[in-house]
């Protein structure tokens, strides 16, 4: 449960610190305030080792602000009996607390987390990756193999580094072709394409029903330098999501509220003839009645219904 700041007396910091009150301290970080919360990490981090053990029991909360706040102190008291409970939390559902469990662990530098960060190198955000491989280059760990190193180098977004490491890179770049970031993607195939090795056909193959065009193109242009014929291209991105707008719904605005229906469509003009069809409708009211009105204005009303749902069915795909 969160405090808000109008409801809850704001805690004075400072003063739970002197008094080492580290179940308050830990309590202060479900405040609902940036700054409270930051102050209270820090101070539960000056406290040094004293109550560790108490902070790595609250590393259990559900509350993703504790965990946070909890994990920041951990990275500054640096005590290596934390790293199996920050360890854990390579694996927790919020991408915020796998990336700052992977740089807390850099801090420690306790050579018992190596094998979980090697792991997370793969994990499937960014941010978890670049902190993953930020605490590992720290640790002075060195990679196994030219894999493990694209992996690293990948994670650290050092993309020159992982185009010279070539073929052996292939694994590494095909893993972040699911990132939710499309500039991601778009730099891995790119990568893919100036390697030219046939191994990334098949990524290349499901990159091409990317939901974003941008990602689509750069595969289009890639895939025929690992030797996907450009004769299989069109069949690829026929599997793209289809995305032009919705004809029925084009027309169901334009008659229930006209201009509504081409606005939805992208037309500059739509909202031109929205105003003229208000002025309209009060102009006829006021000579013409209700009776008189919706008889002149719903056939316009349906020929504007028609008018949109033809051009929604005229619109290309993208």
Known sequence: MKFPVFLKKRPDIETLRQQKNIPALIKALRYDDFDVQTSAAQALGTLGTEGIDELILALKTKDKDVRLGIIEALSVIRDPRAVPSLTN????????VRWEAAIALGEIND??????LVQALRDPDKYVRYGAASALQKSGWKPSSDEERAFHSVGLQEWQAVREIGEPAIPALSHVLHDRDSGVRMQAIEILGSIGNGKAIPVLMRSLADENAEVRWKAVLASPKCGVSMIHLPRGLSRRPRTRKNPLI???????????GYGYLGKWWGIMIFQIDITATVWLF???GEGGTYGLLLPIYLILALHAWYIAQKMPEL
Do not use: I, K, Q, V
């Not at 939390?89 to 915020?96: A, F, T």
């Open 286 to 288: 006021r000579y013409e």
């Open 89 to 96: 939390l390579l694996s927790d559902p919020g991408s915020e």
């Open 111 to 116: 050579h018992s987390s190596t094998a979980s």
């Open 250 to 260: 084009a027309g169901f605005l334009n008659f229930m509220l006209p201009g509504l």
